[in-house]
């Protein structure tokens, strides 16, 4: 166990539940990532140790789930969700089930699981359990299900984007019966909440190879639109890993209206709004000078910027490095775009005898001034033009 690095909570909690009489195996999404040589985000205890138990093991222990057998016990500010074996009790609608089944060992434990990589576990002396071949799969970078797909698939339809999800993410390949049966249920997966399905998409979109979405989208699973010919979603992977950015993308590859799109998935108002305002940029032609930029950009957040004009880079193939040579001057210099950047503001105006409509059509006029000759920006200076021009 030593060689993995597990934080030193986690190990406490396992030996705790096994001093107690109990066994105790860190399981799923954890044990792949330690196998992979990654860090696990979270830490996951399978244990035969029933949540009531675990409340009189632990001092601090919070009720996170225990209608499924899963409570979480800190270890100082460290969580552990620690889950009672268990398996799936009744499915409807290819929906998670209702009720959980209390189950004797680790090995019924991991056959509920969605995957061969997910369903592995270790305890505290390093013994492995992988009775479905996981570890085998994760040096060839598959993602099978574990069992029948088509039944696993039946059960519980997030697990076909969750398996599009790994793939992306981890960069693997979806083994063939898998895909073949995730493909076949795509239509099921519109009994999933649009809430879910967002949150998978989106983790399937900020992976290493968000293109392992294509078989999905063109079976008609996600967008209204499939990916058009001659289109290649591999490109999505080279545009910087942020939502708005890779949704538009995607929606810009195929032919689908973002908002339309991102509204019927339930997305966040921000990113479809982002992704839209990008797709519009997109279109346009390339920037013709570091003003023209300024203006075009200047609805979008900052943070954005350097990441539409690589994507602009990525899609339509343009030349950026003037470009990104621009965006390196302006914020290195902080130069204004936005009216409320302007080293002037209405009042010195209405100080000037402006009035109404006027003020806003002077501070206009100045900005744009500004935005071609930044060092113009000046309250002073522009006092000067004022009154010599507006
Ligand atoms: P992540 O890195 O996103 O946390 P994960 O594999 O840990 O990935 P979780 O959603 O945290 O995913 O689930 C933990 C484990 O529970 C999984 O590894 C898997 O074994 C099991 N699991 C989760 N969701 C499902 C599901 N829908 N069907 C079957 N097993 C599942
Ligand atoms: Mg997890």
């Known amino acids: 166990m030593d060689r993995y690095h597990i934080p030193l909570s986690v190990l406490e909690c396992m030996n705790r539940i096994e001093q107690n009489g109990y066994e105790a195996w860190l399981a799923g999404g954890c044990v792949r990532d330690l196998l992979r040589g990654e860090t696990p985000e979270d830490y996951d205890i399978a244990s035969s140790a029933p949540p009531e138990k675990i409340l009189k093991i632990f001092d601090r222990v919070i009720e996170t789930g225990i209608r499924h057998g899963t409570v979480t016990v800190m270890i100082g500010d460290f969580p552990i969700e620690?889950?009672?074996?268990?398996?799936?009790?009744?499915?409807?609608?290819?929906?998670?089930?209702?009720?959980?089944?209390?189950?004797?060992?680790?090995?019924?434990?991991?056959?509920?699981?969605?995957?061969?990589?997910?369903?592995?576990?270790?305890?505290?002396?390093?013994?492995?359990?992988?009775?479905?071949?996981?570890?085998?799969?994760?040096?060839?970078?598959?993602?099978?299900?574990?069992?029948?797909?088509?039944?696993?698939?039946?059960?519980?339809?997030?697990?076909?984007?969750?398996?599009?999800?790994?793939?992306?993410?981890?960069?693997?390949?979806?083994?063939?019966?898998t895909l073949e049966a995730a493909l076949r249920r795509v239509e099921t997966l519109s009994n999933i909440s649009a809430e879910r399905i967002f949150g998978e998409l989106i983790k399937c979109m900020l992976g290493a190879a968000p293109q392992s979405l294509e078989p999905l989208i063109n079976a008609g699973g996600l967008l209204s639109a499939g990916i058009s010919s001659g289109r290649k979603l591999e490109l999505l992977a080279k545009i910087p890993p942020e939502c708005s950015l890779r949704f538009a993308a995607l929606c810009y590859l195929s032919d689908a209206n973002p908002e339309t799109v991102l509204r019927r998935l339930k997305s966040d108002k921000q990113i479809s709004k982002l992704s839209a305002g990008i797709i519009n940029e997109l279109r346009l032609p390339a920037f013709v000078s570091k003003a023209e930029m300024k203006t075009r950009l200047s609805g979008f957040p900052p943070q954005l910027w350097k990441g539409i004009i690589e994507t602009r880079g990525v899609l339509l193939g343009e030349d950026i490095a003037e470009c990104k040579a621009w965006l390196t001057a302006i914020m290195d210099h902080n130069e204004p775009y936005l009216l409320r950047m302007l080293d002037i503001d209405g009042f010195d105006l209405i100080k000037l005898g402006f009035k109404g409509e006027k003020i806003g059509e002077a501070l206009e006029k100045l900005l744009g001034e500004v935005i071609v000759s930044p060092e113009l920006n000046r309250k002073k200076i522009l006092l000067r033009l004022v009154e010599k021009h507006l």
């Open 82 to 177: 620690v889950t009672r074996f268990r398996v799936d009790g009744e499915y409807r609608d290819h929906r998670h089930p209702e009720t959980v089944i209390p189950v004797d060992s680790i090995e019924e434990d991991l056959a509920r699981r969605d995957f061969t990589v997910n369903a592995m576990a270790m305890n505290l002396t390093g013994e492995l359990k992988d009775p479905f071949g996981g570890r085998a799969d994760l040096k060839s970078k598959l993602v099978r299900a574990v069992g029948d797909p088509d039944t696993r698939f039946s059960e519980d339809a997030l697990r076909i984007l969750r398996g599009f999800r790994f793939a992306s993410v981890l960069e693997y390949t979806i083994e063939e019966k």
